[in-house]
């Protein structure tokens, strides 16, 4: 007699990182962009066509960064859907993930969008600090248990880094728990109580290790523990990831790992075949992960539910950024981005003094924080404020002494390196796991030079103000955005520092307001700064 042996299958399917990015457009210049949701939505309609049952998870950072996700956050008013959680529902998605970008426009928007969730936000080391021992935004896990009998667990968490980067206000009463400690408890626990068939883990977070060689390959913050959480942690069959944009699959140390990139760029997916033993239980029998990137899936069309569901909003939207606010009288464009780096640039002055006349400091430091950014033409609108200024960062002025002031320029100056012919180039170290242009910082009211043929640690060569040598033991007031105040970008020097000023106006509204007040706009050169050595 012939045994028969009972298999199964199934497919995970997952979003990461979308940033807002629903519909296939360039906002900073209205063109067709193959990336988005809608795009991705025909490839998720397709695969459940293939795999009813499929496991649909979005991994964080969906409510912000676009000129959509703008919009959406400003003028959707309390008592209406969250339009980017309408499009998660349409589409059925089963489960998604806390990521640090959701809180940058405050609890009360992401409590809206989780409310109005027909699926669970999942992210157990995101507590309440009244009640440590529950995850603040709902259940930390979610079973799924297929036709076949496969039991599928799935379990949330996030970077616990945010309070290093995220305005106090904006996570007030949370706590954000050792990512890593918190999945170890909850995967024992799952393991022992609910006995699932395949255990998943979606974690916003990225890896702090060479995937191949274990080795570290960035500071190891706690940020990022996607290595150690393979590693260290018995238990766990997939492991979803994002946060650093990555595009990669792989197997470390018998997990199955993959992050799909960014913007909606691509989708992930994991098949996963299981065969049905004797006594019941299921047991795997193979995993495969791939990525469907819309690059290599040409043909797709945008889905038509999906651009019904968001049309009145674009609209809304196209006509806001359309609004004039100012003219410029002089050149406030950006033509090329590694040059602006290199020495003062108008542009950049122009920052400066929006952020110093917002604040009263004595001194400024900013980033260009996109490599898309143009500056400004002759007129502006509010689409070119959202295009140059993408994250939604408040003003902190810190009380900062000559010496913090030395060492947060050394930091900078790592940005640079210089090759044996001379050629100035992008330290590596800024542009994996994701690029970083944004932690490179210039500064006003200070004169100084970068010399990167020095070593790193000792490549400030000039440091001045006012036509002297600036003083190692004196303080200033300094104002840079929130992120930075908070130590992001690796400038050890900040967080502590006496906190003089925290403004509650985003810097894009600010700079609109700005402009506003002064038209025609003008900038003054102030050529205080440069790099050489190359």
């Known amino acids: 007699m012939t045994s028969i042996t009972n298999t199964s299958s199934f497919d995970i399917l997952f979003t990461s990182d979308l940033h807002g990015a629903i519909r296939p457009i360039h906002y900073n210049t209205n063109a067709y962009r193959p990336a988005g949701l809608a795009l991705l939505a025909s490839l998720i309609r397709k695969e459940r066509e293939r795999s009813p049952e499929l ?158 060689t274990g080795e570290p390959a960035e500071r190891l913050t706690g940020e990022n523990q996607g290595y150690a959480i393979c590693r260290d942690i018995e238990g ?3 492991l979803l990831t994002g946060h650093q944009h990555r595009q990669l699959t792989a197997e470390i140390h018998g997990v199955t790992v993959i992050q799909p990139g960014f913007s909606g760029n691509g989708l992930g997916q994991v098949s996963v075949q299981l065969e049905q033993h004797s006594d019941g239980t299921w047991k795997i029998t193979g995993k495969e992960s791939h990525l469907l990137l819309l690059d290599e899936n040409s043909d797709v069309q945008p889905d038509a539910v999906v651009m019904e569901l968001t049309k009145d909003l674009e609209a809304a939207a196209q006509a806001w950024l359309d609004k004039p606010i100012g003219e410029v009288a002089g050149d406030l464009s950006v033509n090329d981005a590694t040059a602006l780096r290199l020495s003062a640039h108008p542009f950049i002055d122009f920052v400066h003094q929006v952020q110093m006349e917002a604040t009263g400091a004595e001194l400024s430091n900013t980033a260009l924080l996109s490599e898309e950014a143009r500056g400004f033409g002759p007129n502006i609108t509010v689409r070119d404020v959202l295009s140059n200024f993408i994250y939604p960062n408040t003003l902190t002025v810190l009380e900062l002494c000559g010496q913090d002031i030395r060492d947060a320029l050394e930091q900078t100056a790592r940005y640079f390196e210089v090759d044996a012919s001379g050629e100035v180039l992008v330290n590596p170290a800024y542009m994996t796991p994701k690029p970083q242009h944004y932690n490179y910082d210039m500064w006003a009211g200070i004169d100084y030079e970068l010399d990167i043929s020095e070593p790193v640690g000792n490549r400030v060569a000039k440091l001045e103000r006012e036509g002297k040598p600036l003083e190692m033991r004196d303080t200033y007031s300094v104002v840079m955005n929130s992120y930075r105040a908070a130590g992001g970008g690796d400038y050890a020097m900040y967080p502590g520092k006496k906190v003089l000023h925290e403004g509650a106006t985003d810097m894009a509204a600010l700079v609109e307001d700005y402009i506003r007040r002064h038209q025609p706009l003008k900038v003054k050169r102030a050529d205080n700064w440069k790099v050489i050595g190359g």
């Open 55 to 212: 496991m649909l998870v979005d991994n964080g950072d969906l409510l912000q960064g676009s000129p959509l996700a703008s919009y959406a956050a400003s003028f959707v008013t309390d008592n209406k859907e969250h339009p980017f959680i309408t499009v998660l529902n349409e589409l059925g998605y089963d489960a998604a993930v806390m990521g640090n970008h959701e809180f940058n426009y405050g609890q009360d928007l992401l409590r809206g969008a989780v409310e109005a969730s027909k699926f669970p936000w999942l992210s157990a080391n995101i507590v309440s600090s009244e009640q440590p021992d529950v995850p603040a935004y709902g259940p930390p896990y979610l079973i799924k248990t297929l036709s076949s009998g496969v039991k599928i667990a799935l379990l949330g968490a996030t970077t616990h880094y945010i309070p290093n980067w995220e305005h106090p206000k904006n996570i007030e009463g949370l706590q954000f728990v050792d990512a890593l400690e918190t999945i170890r408890k909850w995967v024992g626990y799952i393991r022992e109580y609910e006995r699932p068939d395949v255990m998943v883990v979606s974690y916003h977070g990225g890896f702090e290790c060479d995937l191949e």
């Open 236 to 238: 766990i069959d997939v």
